[in-house]
């Protein structure tokens, strides 16, 4: 698929008619298939499938009269061969109106550890229009399924393990979700996020519950307005929000995060892009001319210098991007593709084959090969299950709006929802991968110091912290994961914690479990560092830790000219 496709489906910045700078928007695509046979065959199956069999209710902390109709039987979730144990998924409305037809669909999954009580964890990923259940089922769900694997595997990194789990299909039109698209900014969507989970709560009797949020990509966007708004509302019976995790995250104007810092990030991953010397000196000209490389010199300091002035550069006066800059993240991508077909913007580490996905999308490049199964959320069985609605064709990524007209008029949250967010709660993380190209980590860090909190705006001091993720018995031979080392850098400083992630992607659950895990271990307070080698506190008997100096830390984040990496 060529690059021009995509920049038009993600509205990134880049597009050769140098259209009005926007908040930039990022998720995994998803390319509807024609599956009519196959889900013919499916339908067949699902006839026999076994509907939900009660077991004690003595073993099921949430299970009571409101929520039966919820109740997931744990034994019987498609191709999953083993028990997931206590959960529970559909639809919920957005408001108390008797008449509301808009709802939202969830799936519920209590935790047994014991720390967890009285609190409980959002998980939203972005799009917009992007299910959370993608997150649920390759990053920190019980059980996963991730692309080119042969089978569904019991999950040692489940966030469920550690805390009540809750992943909501949202907004309006995404998932199983359903309803009329009404929304045009995040404030309204916040909105209804609080119509629906004032339901959630009344419905499994939640009262009182500390609620943290998490999420990833465009959901940049969602958690710190949800957040915020949860924090408006001063009542801590629904809304006692209590800390915030949200990763490669949109934050800002779409030309901070992307094509700004593209040419210094193809310079530091020169391996992973080997272009020829004319085509590499051709895109630092470019760089020059529309002043990114001076930009970057100038702002990415710390501390800061001061705020990020409105008019970006490579931009005319009325704040559209000139086509020669807007093209450069293009011309990457078009040119990495020539030498890596099955280049992954998601993970630029990724060389072919192309692995088949059971979600329907592999990184950045469908593929479908002929006799695939159908995308597990859409298999009729997966939705008798689950209790989804049996009409609704499940998508990774919705192909239709999910805002008003496929725009959303939000404010950047920099400037206003997550500084708030950040200054009520002081538990907030913001952490990116290392290898993730769409969106870059030097435009989190840019925004970051352009955003005020605190009283004070920016870090004063660069992200050169050790982020250690420590050694551990959880892993398996299907779940291997990062441990025993330092594996990222991380900076904190009045309430807000950056964290660099080594060897990580887009999706950080997903490429680093275990450095999402000691993440959500942090922002709960089973731990209070994470520059430390504290174990997992999941991990019984846990594996003795280096007693080795650490240093400093180990994530490429936070350079400004290329290769050359200068501490301010």
Same mark, same amino acid.
């Given at each position: ?66 929520t039966t109709r919820f109740a997931v039987n744990g034994t ?119 119509? +629906?989970?004032?339901?959630? $709560?009344? #419905? ?6 500390? *609620?943290?949020?998490?999420?990833? !990509?465009? @959901? ?24 915030l995790t949200i990763y490669d995250p949109v934050l800002t ?89 099955? +280049?992954?913007?998601?993970? $630029?580490? #990724? ?6 996905? *059971?979600?329907?999308?592999?990184? !950045?490049? @469908? ?129 807000? #914690? ?71």
């Amino acid at each position: 698929m060529r690059w021009a496709s995509l920049i038009s489906v993600l509205l990134l910045a880049g597009a050769a008619d140098a259209t009005v700078r926007r908040v930039a928007h990022a998720g995994k695509h998803h390319i509807e298939h024609e599956h009519a046979a196959k889900r013919a065959r499916a339908a067949a199956a699902a006839s026999h499938h076994h509907q939900v069999v009660g077991r004690q209710a003595s073993a099921h902390k949430f299970l009571n009269a409101n929520t039966t109709r919820f109740a997931v039987n744990g034994t019987a979730i498609p191709e999953v061969d083993f028990d997931v144990g206590e959960s529970y998924a559909g639809l919920l409305p957005i408001s108390s109106d008797p008449h509301e037809e808009s709802n939202l669909f969830f799936w519920f999954f209590p935790s047994t550890n014991p720390a967890a009580d009285k609190e409980i964890l959002i998980w939203l990923n972005g799009g917009p229009g992007c299910s959370s259940f993608e997150g649920l089922l390759q990053e920190n769900g019980p059980f996963l399924w991730q692309y080119g694997t042969y089978k569904p595997v019991k999950n040692p990194w489940s966030w469920h393990t550690l805390t009540n789990i809750v992943y909501v299909e949202q907004p309006v039109g995404t998932g199983f979700s359903i309803g009329k698209v009404t929304i045009t900014n995040d404030d309204e969507l916040a909105a209804q996020f609080m119509g +629906f989970w004032k339901n959630f $709560v009344d #419905t499994f009797g939640m009262h009182g519950y500390k *609620v943290y949020i998490a999420g990833e !990509s465009y @959901a940049g966007l969602y958690c710190p307005y949800i957040a915020s708004a949860f924090l408006d509302a001063e009542d801590k019976t629904y809304y006692d929000m209590s800390g915030l995790t949200i990763y490669d995250p949109v934050l800002t104007w779409d030309e901070v995060q992307e094509p700004i810092p593209a040419v210094q990030f193809t310079e530091y991953w020169a391996g992973l892009f080997p272009f020829n010397d004319t085509f590499r000196a051709d895109l630092k000209r470019r760089e020059k001319e529309c002043g990114y490389a001076d930009f970057m010199a100038e702002y990415l300091v710390y501390p800061p210098k001061g705020h990020i002035p409105s008019r970006l550069p490579g931009t005319y006066e009325n704040g559209t991007t000139r086509p020669e800059c807007a093209a450069i993240y293009d011309d990457i991508y078009e040119a990495i593709n020539l030498l890596n077909p099955c +280049f992954d913007i998601y993970q $630029v580490a #990724t060389t072919c084959p192309l692995l088949w996905d *059971v979600l329907g999308f592999p990184g !950045s490049t @469908a593929y479908d090969p002929s006799g695939s199964p159908l995308i597990y959320f859409d298999r009729p069985d997966v939705k008798a299950a689950i209790h989804a609605p049996a009409n609704v064709t499940w998508e990774e990524c919705s192909s239709g709006n999910v805002y008003v007209n496929g725009t959303d008029n939000s404010l950047p949250p920099i400037f206003l929802a997550l500084p708030h967010v950040i200054d009520k709660t002081r538990n907030v993380i913001v952490g990116h991968g290392a290898l993730d190209m769409i969106l870059l980590a030097n435009g989190t860090l840019l925004a970051l110091q352009n955003m005020t909190w605190g009283g004070r705006t920016g870090f004063s001091r660069r992200p050169d912290e050790p982020f250690y993720v420590p050694q551990s018995n959880l892993s398996t031979e299907a779940t291997l994961a990062a441990g025993g080392a330092v594996f990222g850098s991380l900076v904190s400083e009045r309430g807000l #914690t950056y964290v660099g992630v080594d060897l990580s992607g887009h999706m950080i659950p997903q490429y680093a479990p275990s450095a999402a895990f000691r993440h959500l271990e942090y922002m709960l307070g089973r731990v209070d560092c994470m520059n430390c080698t504290v174990p997992f506190t999941t991990d019984v008997g846990s594996t003795p830790q280096s007693t080795q100096p650490m240093g400093k830390g180990t994530a490429p984040q936070g350079w400004t000219r290329g290769k050359q990496d200068i501490v301010n």
